[in-house]
């Protein structure tokens, strides 16, 4: 079983859709959360934390449950700047190593 | 913002060359790491760097890898005698806190002839 698993996507959506992306981990003393965009052929960039209580920053909304070892990120109201490849990355301890999910990748259309 | 800079941005090296990636985390961060993306896969950890030592490596950072911060700001990594297979994007990251994101420098695109 791979360690941090996506939906493999591509999402192609059009402007101004809600769209949701699924995650699972299978190390069960994974301690932090997190999801990165990466836009083609450019570094990771973190979009958000993901904590136990689920936390939001404008349009997007991460939430994590830990008893199903699953995480989730909706990003409402599409825009096309919103197209990139989503990362779902776990760390077993602080300071530790990333561990990448395979990605899934989002096209928003006009 | 303060970002993570590596360099080169390309490097091109024939097979069986040496080849040092170089790379300046944000100034006040203390932990460093290295991963690669191979074209196409995701993102693998290679090793993490804390108190001037490996404090993690992987199964891909054999005895040709090896890590330096040779002064305080530059984080290398270098490989001795490098393969075909070691081509691939090699992003440095770093961060202030052992709780805190790590933050990604641009990456360095490995080409290996």
């Known amino acids: 079983r791979k360690e941090v698993e996506q939906d493999p996507g591509p999402f192609n959506v059009p402007e101004g859709a809600t769209v949701a992306f699924n995650c699972t981990y299978s190390?069960?003393?994974?301690?932090?959360f997190f999801w990165y965009r990466q836009d083609c052929r450019k570094e990771p960039k973190l979009l958000m934390s993901v904590y136990s209580s689920g936390n939001e920053d404008g349009r997007f909304t991460a939430q994590l449950n830990r008893a199903s070892q699953y995480i989730s990120l909706l990003i409402r109201d599409s825009k096309l700047s919103d197209s990139a490849t989503y990362l779902c990355?776990?760390?077993?301890?602080?300071?530790?190593?990333?561990?990448f999910g395979q990605g899934t990748e989002l096209s928003v259309k006009p | 913002e303060p970002e993570v800079t590596q360099t080169p941005s390309h490097q091109v090296t024939q097979m069986g060359q040496e080849v040092i990636l170089r790379c300046v985390p944000i100034s006040n961060h203390l932990y460093f790491y290295w991963y690669r993306q191979i074209l196409g896969q995701k993102v693998e950890f290679l090793v993490s760097f804390y108190n001037n030592e490996i404090s993690e490596k992987s199964e891909i950072f054999d005895d040709q890898f090896s890590v330096e911060r040779p002064d305080g700001s530059n984080f290398t990594l270098k490989i001795r005698s490098t393969k075909l297979e070691d081509s691939a994007m090699y992003f440095c990251?770093?961060?202030?806190?052992?709780?805190?994101?790590?933050?990604f420098g641009d990456g360095t695109r490995l080409s290996i002839l």
């Open positions: 190390n069960s003393a994974s301690q932090s």
């Open positions: 990251a770093s961060s202030d806190l052992s709780n805190q994101p790590q933050h």
């Open positions: 990355v776990v760390s077993y301890n602080q300071g530790g190593k990333l561990i």
